[in-house]
């Protein structure tokens, strides 16, 4: 109760004397400009009151002015009406008048008094009001302490709450604060974790890279998103890996600039993305084999059918009699057959070129481009070593679906009338490049083709053979052509050699 009716006299100081406490010019400038005006007037209203006052003791007013100078202009307004108090005084209310000059040495007495006791005045009120002030400021202060305190509690409990594990750490990496989940996920306790750098819930390979990463991050942190999401591995305490996304925030605090953590554990994510490319692999490998199977179906059955129609039409034709018009039906008949076992052979081989398998991906490549130049009117060219060699199968069934997806496309898409194939290898890796001189791709339509959301068939089913294979696929397009570059990793394990696939 004490405190809070101090409290309230405190603020009803201020809103009185609020004037007495700002320092900008205007404000000065009023308070001299009242310290003067109430010295005057009190030296006219003592002067004019002189036949009720009589002639002696002329400081009955004086104290007045003084007492408001000092108690609301402030201390050196309140030295200014002093003086002007004790000249006017002097000159006008102490005989002999308008003169400085004493005709009884006891006024010198009184007017050293009423300056000593106005000084007093003056010292006494500036004493109150910067106790006040301090007050005030310790008030301010203590209820400064009391928010911060409170924001820092509802930070806190805003991170306790949170579903992800919570690190927040100082610009030096330090951690300062983390909160349960953290604990359930890493293993550590909170002792074990506050003050230590975070680099330690990282793989060791990973520390080297973060730290400038970190020095970076800290040093321009405004000229960094807000949440990065960033996918990398965290290290629990029994030294396990596990794959995390984390998302870094800064944060201005009272103790300067701090870094807020948000880990997420994705190994489940993880999981399903793997089994999700398992089962795409495993679906790309059955429509490999159903197309394989396919291709022999209208080879072995399709085909000899026609065949034996064609070699039927041929005995028809030399039989004897035949009139014109039958001549020509059967002519055209036999036409048709031939383009009809035509077509069946090139579909059979475009669902699986026997090439690929029988002679390898060289010849096969080069077979359906040629195919494909003569079909389309794009002139293509194949730029391929001669020794280039066998790879696995896996391999290159994704290398000549990938070159058909393309190809394909810009017969559809590009406009463009010429169009190469490169393919060459080193030790390590092997790199297919497919460019036209088309009309490009709209950098919107090739931002969706390189994102992770779903797009056409042809473009999924190639982007999951490459990334299957653990390969890159990069597509380059302006307003003159396209270039696509695909980059496959070797093994020399799963290499096939000429001589072991001739075997």
């Known amino acids: 109760m004490g405190s809070g009716s101090k409290s309230e006299g405190l603020k009803r100081w201020q809103q009185v004397f609020e004037p007495a406490l700002l320092n900008n010019t205007g404000q000065q400038t009023v308070r001299y400009a009242l310290a003067i005006l109430a010295a005057i007037a009190s030296l006219l209203l003592r002067k004019a009151l002189v036949f009720a006052f009589g002639e002696h003791n002329p400081y009955h007013l004086a104290w007045l002015s003084i007492v408001f100078a000092a108690w609301y202009c402030g201390f050196w307004q309140s030295l200014v009406a002093l003086v002007i108090e004790t000249l006017g005084i002097w000159y006008w209310l102490i005989p002999p008048y308008h003169t400085f000059h004493f005709e009884d040495r006891r006024e010198i007495y009184g007017l050293v008094s009423f300056v000593v006791l106005g000084v007093f005045i003056i010292g006494l009120a500036e004493g109150y009001r910067r106790s006040a002030r301090r007050r005030m400021a310790a008030e301010e202060e203590t209820h400064r302490t009391a928010e911060l305190a409170r924001a820092e509690a509802r930070f806190r409990a805003l991170l306790e709450s949170a579903p992800d594990a919570m690190v927040v750490t100082d610009k030096d990496g330090k951690i300062v604060f983390i909160n349960s989940q953290t604990e359930k996920v890493f293993g550590y306790t909170r002792e074990e974790l506050l003050g230590q750098p975070v680099e330690m819930?990282?793989?060791?390979?990973?520390?080297?890279?973060?730290?400038?990463?970190r020095s970076s991050f800290a040093s321009e942190p405004r000229s960094r998103s807000?949440?990065?999401?960033?996918?990398?591995?965290?290290l629990?305490?029994?030294?396990?890996?596990?794959?995390v996304e984390i998302s870094l925030s800064?944060?201005?605090?009272?103790?300067?600039?701090?870094?807020?953590?948000?880990v997420r554990d994705i190994t489940q994510r993880k999981v399903a993305q793997d089994a999700a490319r398992e089962l795409s692999a495993r679906l790309l490998q059955i429509q490999d084999e159903e197309r394989r199977r396919l291709a022999r179906e209208l080879h072995d059955s399709a085909g000899q059918i026609v065949a034996a129609l064609a070699m039927n039409v041929a005995q028809l034709k030399r039989t004897n009699g035949a009139g014109g018009d039958r001549t020509n039906l059967i002519s055209d008949t036999e036409t048709l057959l031939q383009s009809l076992s035509s077509e069946l052979r090139t579909m059979s081989h475009l669902l699986h070129p026997p090439l690929l398998d029988e002679m390898g991906l060289c010849s096969a490549l080069q077979w359906y481009i040629d195919g494909?130049?003569?079909?389309?009117?794009?002139?293509?060219?194949?730029?391929?070593?001669?020794?280039?060699?066998?790879?696995?199968?896996?391999l290159e069934i994704a290398i000549f679906r990938v070159v058909q997806e393309c190809l394909t496309n810009v017969h559809r898409h590009s406009g463009s009338k010429k169009a190469s194939v490169r393919l060459t290898r080193s030790q390590d890796a092997l790199l297919l490049e497919i460019h036209d001189e088309g009309k490009g791709i709209p950098p919107e339509k090739k931002a969706v083709l390189l994102g992770s959301g779903p797009v056409g068939v042809g473009v999924r089913g190639m982007r999951e053979r490459v990334i299957q294979l653990r390969g890159t696929l990069d597509i380059e397009s302006n307003g003159t052509g396209t270039s696509i570059r695909v980059m496959f990793p070797l093994k020399k394990s799963a290499d096939i050699s000429e001589s072991q696939e001739v075997a």
Do not use: C, W
């Not at 494909?372 to 696995?392: C, P, Q, W």
């Open 226 to 234: 807000i949440d990065e999401a960033l996918e990398l591995y965290a």
């Open 236 to 243: 629990r305490k029994d030294g396990r890996e596990f794959p």
């Open 372 to 394: 494909f130049a003569k079909r389309s009117g794009i002139a293509t060219t194949l730029d391929l070593a001669e020794d280039f060699g066998r790879v696995n199968p896996e």
């Open 250 to 262: 800064p944060l201005e605090t009272e103790q300067g600039l701090l870094f807020t953590s948000a």
């Open 201 to 213: 819930l990282m793989p060791a390979r990973f520390r080297n890279r973060h730290l400038p990463q």
